[in-house]
């Protein structure tokens, strides 16, 4: 079993600067990639932000400069600045993971996600 918890999401003003984390815990043995994705009302889901193991960065063309995505072991996070109200949506976690047997050896591949987390951006 593998968890996504996140936090950080909320009502924030144009311009601010909230960080949204999210913290993988469980029988994990090793995680990939973890990324951020949205989904705003209406639209189809995207990918935000991820990041590899290897620290490799990548951003949809929309947040480009303004979202900074980091990595500390487990936990992600999502830097962002310069907020718009088209940045508004419900944000989820994700990460493509190996899972531990629980005998310390790798297992399955797991795409796990979060339970995703609410940013509004006023106006």
């Known amino acids: 079993q593998v968890q996504l918890g996140e936090s950080g999401g909320g009502l924030v003003q144009a311009g601010g600067s909230p960080r949204l984390s999210c913290a993988a815990s469980?029988?994990?043995?090793?995680?990939?990639?973890m990324g951020w994705y949205r989904q705003a009302p209406g639209k189809q889901c995207e990918l935000v932000a991820s990041i590899t193991t290897g620290v490799n960065t990548n951003y949809a063309a929309s947040v480009k400069g303004r979202f900074t995505i980091s990595r500390d072991k487990n936990t992600v996070y999502l830097q962002m600045n310069s907020l718009k109200p088209e940045d508004t949506a419900v944000y989820y976690c994700n990460a493509l993971l190996s899972t531990n047997t629980g005998w310390g050896s790798r297992g399955s591949i797991s795409n796990s996600w979060g339970q995703g987390t609410q940013v509004t951006v006023s106006p």
């Open positions: 469980g029988s994990i043995f090793s995680i990939n990639v």
